[in-house]
């Protein structure tokens, strides 16, 4: 998946937050929106304000460092194999088995993520939509071979493990189980694109955007002040012409502006509420669930206005939920 805020090595962390509703019952359908909640105990939420207190420097290194290396990361995928040492799928690379349970089946749900990264997002929102109990874990999987976030990891009832990598992946085999229904070509396609064309192009926008900078900065820290802001003024079209380099080489369909994926978008709506008709299915959820975490920051406003999808904005924050903020800690 692109990976702004996401592809750097992510921060290990033991810390664990609950959310959504009970995992649906046998036979029950998934519907509704499941408010997420979060109970953190007192060391946890020290260790949460710490994480916070990384993560804009963490952000900022670690784009640098993946538009670096990109080009090495690209060569060592075409000879890599295609499954981990340890049994699980490799980025962009489907899972070797698929998925042979159902919710029912499910004790657990973990999601190893960041509250910033995008693809994280994007699961959170489908697993509240359709109704999942689950937690969050902040940072990456602690034993797995893959180092990289966000990674879903069942636990069952027969007391087996289920893990898939990568969010692309992770939606692809997330909502047969959810819907009990597979994606159907176009479907998948438009879920592709979302993941490969409009999430690379809306990541390098927002990191050229020296006041949204300033306000992920904020938001993951709790403050701004003068020296931060100069670095982030110098950093900003750096990180922009890095990484626009790097992904239009990674992602060669992607194009700048994000709003010309958004207009089609808009065209494949074909004047219904929703991609999928009268209520938000997965595509619908993918390309809201991307951005729904930016959505106070100047680029998403952009974005909506130039590709006419503020009423489908509107819908989806209606049934979805409104404008998405990761939790606050008092700073003790």
């Known amino acids: ?33 499941a408010v997420a909640s979060a109970r953190v105990g007192p060391a946890a939420a020290t ?18 460092c993946f538009a670096a290396g990109n080009r090495r990361r690209q060569r060592a995928r075409r000879v890599g194999a295609a499954v981990l040492p340890d049994g699980t799928n490799e980025e962009e690379e489907d899972l070797a088995k698929p998925l042979d349970f159902t919710i029912a089946d499910i004790k657990e749900v973990r999601l190893y993520q960041q509250e910033l990264s995008p693809p994280c997002v994007k699961i959170r929102t489908m697993l509240n939509f359709y109704g999942v109990q689950f937690k969050t ?7 797995s071979d893959y180092k990289k976030i966000p990674v879903l990891e069942f636990k069952l009832k027969n007391g087996q493990k289920r893990q898939i990598n990568d969010s692309h992946i992770i939606i692809k085999n997330l909502v047969p189980l959810l819907t009990g229904e597979q994606l159907t070509p176009e479907q998948y396609q438009w879920e592709r694109k979302v993941t490969y064309e409009f999430q690379p192009a ?22 701004v002040g003068g020296w931060q802001r100069v670095l982030i003024s110098l950093l900003t079209p750096l990180l922009s012409a890095l990484i626009g380099y790097a992904f239009k080489s990674r992602y060669p369909s992607m194009e700048l502006p994000s709003s010309k994926f958004g207009s089609s978008f808009r065209a494949a709506l074909n004047g219904k509420p929703f991609f999928h008709g009268d209520e938000p299915g997965p595509v619908d959820l ?47």
């Not at 750097?8 to 009970?22: C, I, Q």
């Not at 998403?300 to 939920?321: C, K, P, Q, Y």
Request: glycine share 10%; charged share 20%; with cysteine.
């Open 202 to 223: 809306f990541e390098v926008e927002l990191v050229g955007n020296e006041r949204d900078v300033a306000k992920i900065w904020a938001r993951a820290t709790d403050f």
């Open 1 to 33: 998946s692109p990976v702004m805020l996401v592809a750097a090595p992510a921060l290990p962390s033991a810390t664990v937050v609950e959310r959504g509703s009970p995992l649906l019952s046998a036979g029950q359908s998934p519907q509704g929106v």
């Open 47 to 64: 260790h949460v304000r710490l994480h916070q207190r990384r993560a804009a420097p963490a952000m900022l290194a670690g784009l640098v």
């Open 286 to 332: 993918s390309l809201y669930g991307t951005y729904c975490a930016f959505t106070d920051c100047i680029t998403i406003g952009n974005f909506l206005n130039a590709s006419g999808l503020e009423e489908w904005n509107e819908r989806m924050v209606d049934r979805v939920g409104g404008n998405w903020t990761p939790p606050k800690y008092r700073m003790g």
């Open 137 to 143: 874990i902040a940072g990456k999987h602690p034993t």
